[in-house]
């Protein structure tokens, strides 16, 4: 069973970089999936932020594409999130899931982190 | 168009049938991937592909598709079928993913 784990600040200030961490358990990141962030605002719907293969090939949400960077570490088994000058707007509940491609899965997210709030203050 | 449109809320009696659709572009090449989501929780997927389940969720979840309409069918909603509910797909560019706008299930 896959486990994802996210791990970052719950605070970040203004104009500053959002960084967090995803550490996958129970499987590779070298597999045939992509790993994406996703993230809430509170009370809020789901916005797809980017997603990234282990060979570090990428895909970014046109709306956040100039601020985000998604990057992989495959020797920690983990994928990592920046996203650059930051508002309040920012402020969201950020996963990480799977994008699965095995199996009769293309495209589906079919584990995700239990996500970690951060939130953008002074 | 990479939006994907949900109706905001649904009710459904207890043991009766609701569906829950979804309304986009990307539907007419791609199929809807369905997520629930109970508060302060992540999502879960329910229903992929053309009309696919993981294992564990009941087979009262299912789900349909006609031109650029995807459906979510739950056949006998139970109380524990509270929840949001998420589409999503890729978009026409199939490079990007999104999702669609959340239906809260209320289970009367």
């Known amino acids: 069973q896959v486990q994802l784990q996210e791990s970052g600040p719950g605070l970040v200030k203004p104009s500053e970089t959002l960084s967090l961490t995803c550490t996958v358990s129970?499987?590779?990141?070298?597999?045939?999936?992509?790993w994406s962030w996703v993230r809430q605002p509170p009370g809020r719907g789901l916005e797809w932020i980017g997603e990234?293969?282990?060979?570090?090939?990428?895909n970014y949400n046109p709306s956040l594409k100039s601020r985000v960077t998604i990057s992989v570490d495959k020797s920690k088994n983990q994928f990592s999130l920046k996203l650059s000058s930051v508002t309040a707007a920012d402020t969201a509940i950020y996963y990480c899931?799977?994008?699965?491609?095995?199996?009769?899965?293309?495209?589906?997210?079919?584990?995700w982190g239990q996500g970690t709030l951060v939130s953008v203050s002074s | 168009s990479s939006e994907l449109t949900q109706d905001p809320a649904v009710s459904v009696a207890l043991g009766q049938t609701v569906r829950i659709t979804c309304q986009g572009d990307?539907?007419?090449?791609?199929?809807a991937t369905w997520y629930q989501q109970k508060p302060g929780q992540a999502p879960v997927l329910v229903i992929y592909?053309?009309?696919n389940r993981p294992s564990g969720i009941p087979d009262r979840f299912s789900g349909s598709s006609s031109g650029n309409t995807a459906s979510l069918t739950i056949t006998g909603a139970q109380a524990e079928d509270e929840a949001d509910y998420y589409c999503?797909?890729?978009?026409?560019?199939?490079?990007?993913?999104?999702f669609g706008t959340g239906t809260k299930v209320t289970v009367l």
């Open positions: 899931a799977r994008v699965a491609y095995s199996g009769n899965h293309y495209g589906d997210f079919d584990f």
């Open positions: 129970g499987g590779s990141i070298s597999s045939s999936d992509w």
């Open positions: 990234i293969y282990h060979t570090g090939s990428t």
């Open positions: 990307s539907l007419r090449t791609y199929y």
């Open positions: 592909g053309k009309n």
């Open positions: 999503n797909s890729r978009d026409n560019s199939n490079t990007l993913f999104v």
